[in-house]
T-cell receptor, first 114, second 110 residues
Framework: DSGVTQTPKHLITATGQRVTLRCSPR?????VYWYQQSLDQGLQFLIQ???????AKGNILERFSAQQFPDLHSELNLSSLELGDSALYFC?????????????FGEGSRLTVL | QQQVKQSPQSLIVQKGGIPIINCAYE??????FPWYQQFPGKGPALLIA?????SEKKEGRFTISFNKSAKQFSLHIMDSQPGDSATYFC?????????FGKGTRLHILP
């Protein structure tokens, strides 16, 4: 158990809808990362927050947004969903920004868009 | 965004063999190179990592070889076991971004 909690574990929704994925980092970790995992693209970096502030951004679509709250949990919002958004979404946390390379991953939220 | 190229995509090795997974990068600003192991239904977990001023790092049966001039690094698994069957990701860090390769599905035959 990494200590990172992600909810929901599975989510099935329709195209055009909006979903919110939630992540609670390990106790004491200030940095949260979001990744999208698909079969052909591996782990794609989406965005990183450190202590409530956005620190780094990957190729995150404009339809996606995220935030980190004062209690350090984070939410990833996906809107106007398309079939291609179906993937496994991972949250990871680390103690400091950059985290010395060690990220602690949750078990992921599997999103299926029908 | 794909700045770390990983090969092969999949690999099948007999028990006791030495699977080798290779990664290449272009950005010389990367300063830390971890490998992550992922089992089905789980998130990736850090396996071993190396900094570019070191040419080799060994932890148990896992060894990273790093070639800074060639901008390549590889993971070797000695005396591989069926329990090593998993997906392996190399990664590279620059500032606050950690970029992953596309992964290698490794299967160790009993």
């Amino acid at each position: 158990d990494s200590g990172v909690t992600q909810t929901p574990k599975h989510l099935i929704t329709a195209t055009g809808q909006r979903v919110t994925l939630r992540c609670s980092p390990r106790s004491g970790d200030l940095s949260v990362y979001w990744y999208q995992q698909s079969l052909d693209q591996g782990l794609q970096f989406l965005i990183q927050y450190y202590n409530g502030e956005e620190r780094a951004k990957g190729n995150i679509l404009e339809r996606f947004s995220a935030q980190q709250f004062p209690d350090l949990h984070s939410e990833l919002n996906l809107s106007s969903l398309e079939l291609g958004d179906s993937a496994l979404y991972f949250c990871a946390s680390s103690v400091v920004a950059g985290g010395a390379g060690e990220l602690f991953f949750g078990e992921g939220s599997r999103l299926t868009v029908l | 965004q794909q700045q770390v190229k990983q090969s092969p995509q999949s690999l099948i090795v007999q028990k006791g063999g030495i699977p080798i997974i290779n990664c290449a990068y272009e950005n010389t600003a990367f300063d830390y190179f971890p490998w992550y192991q992922q089992f089905p239904g789980k998130g990736p977990a850090l396996l071993i990592a190396i900094r570019p001023d070191v040419s080799e790092k060994k932890e148990g049966r896992f060894t990273i070889s790093f070639n800074k001039s060639a901008k390549q690094f590889s993971l070797h698994i000695m005396d591989s076991q069926p329990g090593d069957s998993a997906t392996y990701f190399c990664a590279a860090r620059r500032d606050d971004k950690i970029i992953f390769g596309k992964g290698t599905r490794l299967h160790i035959l009993p």
